[in-house]
């Protein structure tokens, strides 16, 4: 209903009644046309977040977020530290490893016989000086085959058969020996070569075929030797002040398990189990028993547990780091620099203090609350047009719950603050993790519930092995020989 002016200045005049139907018209199309609009508005805002999402998406790496490194491609991600902070190369005090002279095993010595200037003979002249170099190789590799021989002789007096005793090691007509075995071990669990790719290798190295039925019964023999060992770590962790813990998927026998991991820096416990959550967790035996500070990665299973918690804080740098690259979050960046400070804080200070003073920590805590305070302005929560707040649990953004995290597990995250001898992250259990992820991509999967017990059992033996600095090698043969290294504590002294 489109009017002139000169047609409605008639209207009303004449017809008052038209102009009153004509306002009501236009007025419930211009409330018609406002609700489109609304809607619409509302619709691009729901879209833009979700691009900002998916643009995130693509831009989330290793360095900023919980992905694994495996996942970045062939970009590598900017790193965490900051241009300048440290220089290239060795830094100050490094301790570098260089080749040095040793003890040597064997001696060639390489003279002259004759004079190169007049003939004359050197043979009886004694040197005025030697001249050294080594040269640092390993022998052939050889497999030596020793034949162990047992004497029956008869007593002439009693006509008695007496005998010599085979070595208790040596108990069938042809075997391998522990040195061998102990190799077979170390290459399949802790170097994690597949049993094909080990058969291989041997027959590469030392010109012999050994079956993987020989491969997989020393695995299992050295893992039946161990079980009072991962007893005895399982009861040193139960005991930790301070505990890492951590999980993550594998396959067995094509079923999707996980595989959960506690630690300490002298000490390594690996187990399996269908679950994830608290299922597992109990099943463990360690962490219902635990009562010291566990560090974890905010998985929620871990706090009905009574210990103490404290968050790894490399996980909360990732995502800081992420709000900040894909948001533009103000108070994540201003989060991240904290953090950073106070971690460089406690190294400098624990160099000469146990504790930072009750001023430092006051004002470390100030700033960090403050921090929480912009990012809430920041991050508003969401109102109707009326003003009330929504009610009910809706879905908030990353950077709002992100937040809400930071201000609810306030201490957990500055533990490392307040008692020195916490870590700043849990990449402790991380590194203790990341090899099995590993195994999983070079042999895809375990065959059997038998086959990962036994790999966890070894690797954890082994790793504990190597935290206390014992040579592997020679204690894998203990192990076979059964007095396995078996450690006295959680934690190293000192």
Same mark, same amino acid.
């Given at each position: 209903?489109?009017?002139?002016?000169?047609?409605?200045?008639?209207?009303?005049?004449?017809?008052?009644?038209?102009?009153?139907?004509?306002?009501?018209?236009?007025?419930?199309?211009i409330?018609?046309?406002?609700?489109? &609009?609304?809607?619409?508005?509302?619709?691009?805002?729901?879209?833009?977040?979700?691009?900002?999402?998916?643009?995130?998406?693509?831009?989330?790496?290793?360095?900023?977020?919980?992905?694994?490194?495996?996942?970045?491609?062939?970009?590598?991600?900017?790193?965490?530290?900051?241009?300048g902070?440290?220089?290239?190369?060795?830094q100050?005090?490094?301790?570098?490893?260089t080749?040095?002279?040793?003890?040597?095993?064997?001696?060639?010595? =390489?003279?002259?016989?004759?004079?190169?200037?007049?003939?004359?003979s050197?043979?009886?002249?004694?040197?005025?000086?030697?001249?050294?170099?080594?040269?640092?190789?390993?022998?052939?590799?050889?497999?030596?085959?020793?034949? =162990?021989?047992?004497?029956?002789?008869?007593?002439?007096?009693?006509?008695?058969?007496?005998h010599?005793?085979?070595?208790?090691?040596?108990?069938?007509?042809?075997?391998?020996?522990?040195?061998l075995?102990?190799?077979?071990?170390?290459?399949?669990?802790?170097?994690?070569i597949p049993?094909?790719?080990?058969?291989?290798?041997?027959?590469?190295?030392?010109?012999?075929?050994?079956?993987?039925?020989?491969l997989?019964?020393?695995?299992?023999?050295c893992?039946?030797?161990?079980?009072?060992?991962?007893?005895?770590?399982?009861?040193?962790?139960?005991?930790?002040?301070?505990?890492?813990?951590?999980?993550?998927?594998?396959r067995?026998?094509?079923?999707?398990?996980?595989?959960?991991?506690?630690?300490?820096?002298?000490?390594?416990?690996?187990?399996?189990?269908?679950?994830?959550g608290?299922?597992?967790?109990?099943?463990?035996?360690?962490?219902?028993?635990?009562t010291?500070?566990?560090?974890?990665?905010?998985?929620?299973?871990?706090?009905?547990?009574?210990?103490?918690? /404290?968050?790894?804080?490399?996980?909360?740098?990732?995502?800081?780091?992420?709000?900040?690259?894909?948001?533009?979050?103000?108070?994540?960046?201003?989060?991240?620099?904290?953090?950073?400070?106070?971690?460089?804080?406690?190294?400098d200070?624990?160099?000469?203090?146990?504790?930072?003073? =009750?001023?430092? &920590?006051?004002?470390?805590?100030?700033?960090?609350?403050?921090?929480? =305070?912009?990012?809430?302005?920041?991050?508003?929560?969401?109102?109707?047009?009326?003003?009330?707040?929504?009610?009910?649990?809706?879905?908030?953004?990353?950077?709002k719950?992100?937040?809400?995290?930071?201000?609810?597990?306030?201490?957990? &995250?500055?533990?490392?603050?307040?008692?020195?001898?916490?870590?700043?992250?849990?990449?402790?259990?991380?590194?203790? &993790?990341?090899?099995?992820?590993?195994?999983?991509?070079?042999?895809?999967?375990?065959?059997?519930?038998?086959g990962?017990?036994?790999?966890?059992?070894?690797?954890?033996?082994?790793?504990?092995?190597?935290?206390?600095?014992?040579p592997?090698? /020679?204690?894998?043969?203990d192990?076979?020989?059964?007095?396995?290294?078996?450690?006295?504590?959680?934690?190293?002294?000192?």
């Open positions: 209903m489109d009017l002139k002016r000169e047609e409605i200045r008639i209207l009303c005049q004449t017809n008052p009644e038209a102009i009153l139907t004509l306002i009501e018209h236009y007025q419930a199309k409330e018609h046309q406002e609700a489109k &609009i609304e809607h619409y508005e509302a619709r691009i805002a729901q879209l833009e977040a979700r691009i900002a999402e998916l643009e995130a998406q693509l831009n989330q790496n290793s360095r900023n977020s919980s992905r694994p490194p495996s996942t970045d491609g062939f970009k590598r991600p900017k790193s965490l530290r900051k241009k902070e440290r220089p290239p190369g060795g100050v005090g490094h301790k570098g490893q080749l040095e002279m040793a003890d040597p095993d064997q001696i060639e010595t =390489h003279t002259g016989s004759t004079c190169e200037k007049c003939g004359a050197l043979e009886e002249i004694d040197p005025t000086t030697v001249e050294n170099r080594q040269v640092h190789d390993i022998p052939p590799l050889k497999i030596i085959v020793t034949e =162990h021989r047992v004497e029956h002789k008869t007593c002439p007096r009693c006509n008695h058969n007496n010599g005793e085979f070595p208790p090691e040596v108990k069938y007509p042809v075997q391998y020996g522990l040195n075995k102990a190799l077979m071990v170390y290459l399949c669990i802790y170097q994690l049993y094909d790719r080990a058969c291989k290798t041997f027959r590469d190295l030392f010109g012999r075929t050994i079956s993987k039925a020989t997989v019964k020393a695995v299992a023999e893992s039946e030797n161990l079980a009072g060992v991962e007893e005895r770590i399982r009861e040193l962790l139960v005991g930790a002040q301070v505990l890492h813990v951590d999980e993550t998927g594998m067995v026998n094509g079923i999707r398990v996980w595989l959960h991991v506690a630690s300490t820096e002298i000490l390594t416990w690996y187990g399996h189990h269908r679950k994830r608290s299922a597992a967790m109990d099943a463990m035996r360690i962490l219902p028993r635990f010291g500070t566990m560090l974890h990665d905010f998985w929620s299973p871990y706090f009905r547990y009574p210990s103490r918690h /404290a968050l790894c804080n490399a996980h909360i740098l990732r995502e800081l780091k992420g709000l900040s690259e894909n948001y533009g979050q103000q108070w994540s960046e201003m989060m991240h620099d904290l953090l950073e400070e106070i971690h460089k804080a406690v190294e200070v624990k160099e000469y203090s146990p504790a930072f003073t =009750h001023q430092q &920590i006051e004002d470390f805590v100030e700033r960090y609350r403050h921090i929480i =305070h912009v990012g809430l302005e920041e991050n508003p929560v969401p109102v109707i047009s009326d003003g009330i707040p929504k009610r009910g649990r809706k879905k908030q953004s990353k950077a719950n992100l937040l809400d995290r930071c201000q609810k597990y306030e201490t957990e &995250i500055l533990s490392f603050m307040y008692d020195f001898t916490i870590p700043f992250s849990n990449n402790l259990a991380e590194r203790d &993790i990341r090899m099995v992820k590993l195994q999983q991509k070079i042999s895809g999967t375990f065959r059997c519930e038998e990962v017990c036994w790999f966890c059992r070894l690797r954890g033996y082994i790793s504990t092995v190597k935290k206390n600095e014992m592997v090698l /020679a204690s894998l043969v192990a076979f020989k059964g007095c396995p290294f078996i450690p006295s504590t959680a934690h190293r002294s000192g």
